[in-house]
């Protein structure tokens, strides 16, 4: 639920538009509300959530999630929706990050790994399977990860057309209460809430802040002027602040180590060019192509279908060619499979959409699973929650820079040739995660020789 609502309401946002008569420079912040707080709040919520108990941290985050999702859907203006929305990312952020520690504490330490990989991208399953199973577990990991986040415009579409789109958010309601009722049910009584530290709020802030000045600075230079791009000059010195911090510890020694940085930016490049094909998309369906907002919805479906086809099959090839060049074999498909959505020509139909996003999807799909490997893999044993939260928070970053990008590129130009811009970037962004991953590999193969051979010579002293 928490992953289909990072874009369920995509095929929405022209409907949206419509209905309050804003710019499309403002609709997209009814995406990027929801991801501000996702990112910002990534690191800071698994260590909250660590001290207080399980069941009534479920229940706070469904009921904060199930009233934020009425409040969209009784939106009565655009600044009512994104605040909503905001409140609503909140809550997500602390169901992506209590899932995993429900589903330790739910089964036997011997199951722990595969449940962690049914249900999210944070476990460490590619580390307990053994080294021989780590591709073919992050496979069934990543595949199943994203596809709620995926699939959510598909689903979207179908809601929109028949129900209109309040019910995007109205649906959430219903699986909060199923959800809370078998929580309720199924966790023992155990500690009580409690108000996090000052540490606490002051990481979430800066996080939060430089996050938002960045989007602030992409989504109004679009719609208000270049000069409005200064305020992206503030996201440097509130990093460096946050990365003064004691707490920002893990992260700086988990970027020390030889191998994490390549798949890290991988992973972002990848996901801001889906954020930026699955903000456009609809957008020419419905206004260049002339379909409804059902049938935008089931041919952007055809990603995630190419997505779970060769998810499975990423970590199977990984284990017996190897991680990195698979990574790398499918970061090249997946740039190819947007190259080929340039001509974005209105007299295309939706197959000639389907089958050039589904071929991105294997790509994609043929991707993740390596990479995810790898940055499991290279992980030292006391960092994997780490891990596990800083490429959740590369993946968001990157759903939520894309349509800021898109949307900037777009209003530099008029209508097709803006939404052609938006895929060229998109095509250029997703080859640089295959630049990175051998870029970074050969900065890691040095850094590691260097090392080596001061092993040797403190050896032989």
Excluded at 169 to 197: I, K, T
Aim: proline share 7%.
């Amino acid at each position: 639920m928490a992953s289909v609502d990072m874009s369920i309401v995509n095929v929405a946002l022209p409907a949206i538009e419509r209905d309050f008569q804003v710019a499309t420079s403002m609709t997209e912040w009814v995406v990027l509300a929801y991801l501000l707080p996702l990112a910002g709040l990534a690191l800071p919520s698994g260590r909250w959530l660590d001290s207080v108990g399980r069941r009534p941290a479920l229940g706070f985050s469904l009921t904060g999630f199930a009233l934020a999702s009425i409040a969209a859907g009784i939106a009565p203006s655009l600044a009512w929706l994104i605040g909503a929305r905001l409140v609503q990312g909140t809550f997500g952020a602390l169901l992506f990050s209590l899932v995993p520690a429900l589903a330790t504490a739910a089964v036997r330490p011997q199951a722990r790994g595969r449940a962690m990989g049914l249900i999210t991208t944070l476990g460490p399953l590619g580390l307990i399977s053994g080294p021989g199973l780590r591709g073919r577990a992050m496979g069934l990991i990543t595949t199943l990860g994203p596809l709620g986040l995926i699939s959510g415009p598909g689903l979207g579409g179908m809601v929109v057309e028949v129900l209109g789109w309040p019910w995007i958010f109205f649906v959430n309601v219903p699986v909060s209460v199923l959800v809370m009722v078998v929580g309720v049910r199924m966790l023992a009584p155990d500690a009580p809430l409690r108000v996090p530290g000052r540490t606490w709020f002051a990481e979430s802030a800066l996080l939060s802040a430089a996050v938002a000045a960045l989007l602030l600075a992409l989504s109004f230079t679009a719609s208000k002027g270049p000069a409005w791009m200064m305020l992206a000059l503030l996201s440097p010195p509130l990093l460096l602040l946050w990365l003064r911090m004691p707490i920002s510890g893990a992260v700086r020694e988990l970027f020390r180590t030889p191998g994490e940085v390549g798949p890290h930016l991988a992973l972002g490049s990848a996901a801001t060019a889906i954020g930026v094909v699955f903000f456009i998309t609809p957008y020419f369906m419905q206004r260049e192509v002339g379909e409804s907002v059902s049938v935008a919805g089931v041919t952007l479906l055809f990603f995630p279908a190419g997505m779970a086809l060769m998810g499975p099959v990423g970590g199977v090839l990984g284990d017996w060619w190897g991680h990195r060049s698979t990574a790398v074999l499918g970061a090249v498909l997946f740039t190819g499979g947007l190259a080929l959505l340039l001509p974005m020509d209105g007299s295309w139909g939706p197959a000639d959409l389907a089958w050039r996003l589904f071929l991105a999807g294997c790509g994609n799909g043929l991707f993740n699973a390596p990479n995810m490997a790898m940055a499991m893999t290279n992980t030292p044993p006391h960092l994997l929650a780490t891990t596990g939260s800083s490429t959740s928070l590369a993946r968001t970053m990157g759903f939520a820079m894309g349509p800021a990008l898109a949307t900037l590129v777009w209003s530099l130009s008029d209508q097709p040739g803006g939404m052609r811009a938006a895929i060229i970037l998109a095509t250029a962004i997703s080859a640089l995660s295959a630049v990175a991953l051998v870029c970074i590999r050969a900065a890691g193969k040095q850094t590691a020789d260097t090392q080596n051979q001061r092993a040797v010579n403190d050896s032989m002293t």
